[in-house]
């Protein structure tokens, strides 16, 4: 009995602390990632704006070709490989 009793109070320990680690830690840490996310979606469209219109028709066309052919390579291959 004493030895089911201690490891309840275990579990409950771990269980607790595990929850506080994720409330108090993880929790802030994720909203902060957001953050930085989101700027660093709003930065990369204003350097791809910027880019945009910058390159010509035919550097734009070949982009878009190679960016198909890796798109292309990618669905062919198999998630081992």
């Known amino acids: 009995m004493i030895v089911t009793r201690a490891i309840s109070v275990t579990n409950f320990l771990v269980a607790s602390s595990a929850l ?3 409330v108090f830690v993880l929790y802030p840490w994720h909203k902060e990632l957001d953050a930085g996310f989101e700027d660093l979606k709003k930065e990369h469209l204003k350097v791809l704006n910027a880019v ?11 982009f878009s070709e190679k960016f198909n052919d890796l798109k292309r390579q990618s669905a062919s291959r198999w998630w081992w490989s």
């Not at 945009?52 to 070949?62: K, L, V």
Request: charged share 15%; glycine share 8%.
């Open 52 to 62: 945009g219109s910058s390159i010509s028709e035919q550097q734009r066309a070949t």
């Open 20 to 22: 506080c680690f994720q």
